[in-house]
């Protein structure tokens, strides 16, 4: 299938246009007309080799929506014209107890990644969303819900499935206590999905300017962070707490939050190591936890529980020659809440 997308040629190399092919359709595979395609700061990380050695030339994106517009001769959970979403994966072995328990992205052999990796045959580049089509096998895509914006959703294959499967693994209900750590692109779908369960969500930001927006999301309290002390007296509070940032931070200022059993699950990732006093632990029985995307019958649940709660990604739709424009934004925190491209522009 003839394909035109962005690449990045060498380790930190700017976006540009790009002509390549992707497989021909398979029996159980879809081809989908990409619609948007969201920009993920692990996006900017492994078009800069930031997270080891990378494959060129590079096709990022793992946030896509689009309408099938082909479908092979065995596909059943697809038909022509439907609304489709890819997330971080493509495969994975299918065999394994993670894989058969629906949790694909935990697969023991390692999930197949939406670019920056080979496909299971070992030869063939995988190269990811930023493109004019894709084609994907059809166990691992997603059914969107119509009455949401197509912009709007990109994003939920990444960002909003990373933050809804700790919710729902930590059962958040109605009445409890959450606190999400950021409101960027990841922490506002939080903000978004806890109140949507019940919760009464807490925003902690450095920044007091988001306040405003943290409301608006449904959240209840914010609380500045940039003067540490600010947080002791909300001490023993939170049910849970939804660690989004990347930057270093002294993180037993926010274990001693925790009440009884309370958990704080990592989901951004630092750069350093956390230096954890066990004693933040031991006092109240607390747990450190950490969590990865979602699979797929997870990413489905949270596409319908956005369809029946109306929630999207806060997005700024731009054309494809912005691209380099929006990644350096994005590391400069410039943007509310997420980059989607335009694949028409492509």
Excluded at 260 to 270: Q, S, Y
Aim: aromatic share 8%; glycine share 10%.
């Amino acid at each position: 299938m003839k394909s035109k997308g962005l690449a990045a040629l060498s380790p930190g190399a700017p976006l540009t246009p790009f002509d390549f092919n992707r497989r021909d359709l398979g029996a159980q595979d879809v081809a989908v007309e990409i619609a948007y395609a969201g920009i993920c700061h692990s996006d900017i990380h492994q078009v800069r080799e930031e997270w080891g050695s990378a494959i060129f030339p590079m096709v990022p994106g793992h946030e896509i929506a689009g309408r099938v517009n082909a479908i092979g001769s065995s596909v059943s959970k697809f038909a022509v014209g439907d609304l489709i979403g890819v997330g971080v994966f493509i495969d994975s072995c299918r065999t394994c107890a993670s894989c058969q328990s629906g949790l694909q992205q935990y697969c023991v052999e390692g999930m197949t990644g939406t670019y920056n990796t080979y496909e299971r045959d070992g030869t063939t580049i995988a190269f990811g969303g930023y493109s004019n089509n894709f084609v994907i096998n059809e166990d691992y895509a997603v059914h969107i819900p119509s009455t949401l914006s197509l912009e709007g959703v990109a994003p939920l294959l990444c960002a909003g499935i990373t933050l809804y499967s700790p919710l729902r693994k930590w059962g958040v209900k109605p009445g409890m206590k959450v606190a999400i750590m950021g409101l960027g692109g990841l922490g506002h779908m939080g903000v978004k999905f806890a109140n949507a369960m019940g919760a009464e969500v807490t925003v902690f930001s450095h920044s007091s300017e988001k306040k405003d927006d943290a409301i608006r999301m449904g959240a209840s309290h914010f609380v500045v962070t940039s003067d540490i002390a600010s947080l002791k007296p909300l001490q023993k509070s939170f049910d849970l707490i939804l660690n989004t940032v990347s930057a270093e931070l002294d993180i037993n200022a926010y274990l001693e939050l925790l009440k009884l059993d309370g958990t704080l699950v990592v989901i951004g990732l630092p750069g350093k190591p956390y230096a954890v006093n066990v004693g933040s632990l031991l006092n109240g029985r607390r747990r450190i936890a950490g969590s990865m995307i979602g699979g797929i019958p997870e990413m489905q649940e949270m596409l319908d529980f956005c369809g029946q709660n109306n929630i999207v990604s806060e997005v700024e739709v731009i054309d494809a020659a912005y691209v380099d424009t929006a990644y350096q934004r994005t590391v400069d925190s410039d943007v509310k809440y997420r980059f989607v491209i335009d694949a028409s522009t492509i």
